[in-house]
């Protein structure tokens, strides 16, 4: 299975984008998922999760109330919609999937830059 995601670019900030990550390759299992972002010179770090099914969401309080992630396992794909988007925000964005217990499956980043 591989993992790709996209739709990064340059945005304005209280502007908004929607970060596409989808699955090929053998999807027969259904992951958790979950997006991750590492800003220049910062440590990788935990943004939102999602369960299977997709009922269960986590986010990280820096992000809770402008960003949703979602799902649709029919196209093998989860999404995160970023609103009200801060320079802060600036980073390359991943996304991962939780097979045994731990995200060890990553995709290649989409760079998110928010200007002020």
């Known amino acids: 299975v591989q993992l790709q995601a996209f739709g990064g670019g340059l945005v304005q900030a209280g502007g908004s984008l929607r970060l596409s990550c989808t699955a090929s390759g053998r999807t027969d299992s259904t992951y958790p998922l979950a997006w991750f972002r590492q800003a220049p010179g910062k440590e990788r770090e935990f943004v939102a999760s999602i369960s299977r099914s997709g009922s269960i969401t986590n986010y990280a309080d820096s992000v809770k109330g402008r960003f949703t992630i979602s799902r649709d396992n029919a196209k093998n794909a989860v999404y995160l919609q970023m609103n009200s988007l801060k320079p802060e925000d600036t980073a390359v964005y991943y996304c991962?999937?939780?097979?045994?217990?731990?995200?060890?499956?990553w995709g290649q980043g989409t760079k998110v830059t928010v200007s002020s």
């Open positions: 991962a999937a939780n097979r045994f217990g731990s995200y060890n499956l």
